[in-house]
């Protein structure tokens, strides 16, 4: 039986000074896929711009505002309803072989066709000596070693709120072992694409019912190709397969292709932005 979710985003910016332009992306929106469908949307924004509807590079839908008059306060607030099926992250085969999957991906059109989510990037590049912090062991399966990898970033970095930006260096994240979601699915993705291994950033929510970290805002695991199973969830900030609970925005390269607002602004002064999420599902 599917769980019927409802999603509430509410945003505010208060700025110091008028804004006479302001333009605003949103990437809030649950992607409808396999298990996610029936998606409702209502925005709405204190000031009754027009919202717009788009897709961003990645296939993603995006709502977009363009206010017409200037404003020193606004706030927005999304609600999403929806369903979804129960998700066992561990319902796949595994092929005996595990040579096949390892000479999959040394296959030249293996890298070509997953080119975009092999390359390192501003957010997810390594020191050289930081590249050694978790080796593959090929005696073990692809998904077993991802397993692994999920297991030490978790154990490695302290879940910390106002120790990082997210702007903050990977380099940074790894030598105070501090940090929130978005820097430990960096490091998941810096340290399984050095391995060969595809892996994507993921955007979404965390039904917040289900007591694990990074749930109060927008939350962020990674998706890892493994040739022969497909694309697979991995939270290393709750050491946990992605499941039912992880409910998916959007995916990209790292942070920047994911962000869940960007804007062009322009004023003076300073500004004050505030976030909430609320999350909340019923059988």
Known sequence: MP???????????????????????????????????????????????????????FGFKTLRIHPKKKFKKISFEARFKFKKEEVDPY?????????IAYNEL?????????ERFLKLTSFTILESLQEQLFKFNSSLSIFDNLEALNHYIYKYIKFT?????????LKDVIAKKKGVCQDFAHLFCALSRTNGVPTRYVSGYLDQESGFAGHSQMHAWVESFIPGIGWKGFDPTNNILANTNHIKVSHGKDYNDCAPLKGIIHTVGQNKTSHSVTVQSQQ
Not at 4 to 27: C, G, K, M, P, S
Not at 91 to 99: G, L, R, T
Not at 161 to 167: I, P, Q
Request: hydrophobic share 35%; proline share 4%.
């Open 161 to 169: 709120t106002g120790v990082t930006e997210v702007g903050t260096p």
């Open 106 to 114: 040394q296959d030249f059109n293996f890298k070509i066709t997953h």
């Open 91 to 99: 319902n796949f085969y595994i092929e005996p072989d595990i040579s």
């Open 3 to 57: 769980r019927e979710f409802e999603i509430t985003y509410n945003a505010e910016n208060v700025y110091d000074d008028w804004v006479y332009d302001a333009h605003w992306q949103f990437l809030i929106i649950p992607v409808e896929n396999e298990s996610q469908y029936e998606v409702e949307i209502e925005f709405e924004n204190s000031l009754f711009a027009y919202t717009e509807e788009s897709i961003n590079g």
